[in-house]
């Protein structure tokens, strides 16, 4: 009997055009370093005394689809992703293409993604999934990756994979080396770490079903909130903070000038922050920033150039 091993599962995803419902092609290969989308279906306790001390048979409560994905930064699949996040992008050119994503979109669509593990063999078709957050993490060294947390409606169970062949792009995964933070247009020095994390604010349609499964799931107000720490070499960041001026905010990575990912966010806030003095060594200062859309201008903007043709 053979044993399900993380180094041989697979995962592939295909947007929705009805939603819940698996479309019966059309899928794409999905690299991931770890996973936690699944299904739960909790029991109840029965409450019923005066037949016995011991406890009766429980109940089955109602299902829960859910979970996180950890990804690569992979120029060619982080497309997915994002129109999962953002929605479809507008794209352009002839090779390479350029994507542009942005959010403020009433709508997002759904996705149906296969957990795979072959030599079960046991195949988990999840569907109606929506992407609540995806978060990104820039540090001097490392690879990059993001996690995508997404809310799903359903789950079925084969012996046999329902996803066919999926299409492979080849990968072209970036590291923190690759990677650049701007403020205003020019290279903000003296960065420690970055992150930032984008939010719709999913809520579930929780109606009564005989099913047990949510009815949808709605999106509801976004948000962009993120951390810079930077050595204190300068007081531009404190001076923005003090005045509440908005800065510009840009996060890249950059492969090449056919393969890369921006993400700006125009409008960015600083809270007035500490200057803390933990020891004689280098001081650090952490800003919690937070985004906004203004005059119509989106909140975060996500340009990928590749290859694809189209998400």
């Known amino acids: ?38 299904s739960e279906q909790g029991l109840l306790a029965s409450p019923v005394l005066g037949l016995g001390r011991d406890a ?32 479809a992008p507008s794209t352009s050119g002839t090779t390479p293409k350029t994507h542009v994503f942005t959010s403020g979109g009433l709508t997002l669509p759904s996705l149906t993604i296969e957990k795979g593990f072959a030599q079960v063999p046991s195949f988990e078709m999840l569907t109606g999934l929506k992407a609540d957050e995806m978060s990104f993490s820039f540090t001097r060294s490392g690879l990059a990756g993001a996690k995508v947390k997404l809310i799903g409606q359903g789950l079925a169970r084969a012996t046999s994979t329902g996803a066919g062949t999926p299409t492979v792009y080849a990968l072209d995964q970036v590291s923190q080396f690759q990677g650049a933070v701007k403020r205003d247009a020019s290279a903000l020095a003296d960065i420690v770490s970055a992150d930032f994390t984008f939010k719709n604010g999913l809520e579930r349609a929780e109606v009564i079903r005989a099913d047990g499964l949510i009815d949808g799931v709605d999106p509801g107000l976004a ?33 090449s000038g056919s393969k890369s990912l921006t993400l700006a966010m125009p409008y960015v806030y600083l809270p007035v922050g500490r200057t803390p ?26 340009t990928l150039v590749n290859a694809i043709a189209s998400y």
Do not use: H
């Open 1 to 38: 009997m053979a044993r399900a091993q993380g180094a041989q599962t697979a995962l592939a995803g295909v947007f929705e055009s009805v939603y819940g419902t698996a479309p019966g092609s059309g899928f794409i290969a999905l690299p991931f370093n770890s996973t936690t989308l699944g």
């Open 277 to 302: 003095i933990n020891g004689p060594g280098g001081i650090q200062v952490s800003f919690e920033f937070q985004a906004s859309a203004v005059s119509g201008t989106p909140m975060l903007t996500a």
């Open 56 to 87: 009766l048979k429980p109940f089955r409560d109602v299902i829960n689809v859910d979970g996180e994905v950890d990804v690569p930064i992979d120029i060619a699949t982080i497309g997915v992703w994002l129109k999962a996040l953002l929605g």
């Open 223 to 255: 948000t962009l909130t993120g951390t810079i720490v930077a050595r204190f070499a300068s007081t531009t960041l404190l001076t923005q903070a003090t005045s509440g001026s908005a800065c510009a905010l840009e996060f890249s990575y950059t492969i």
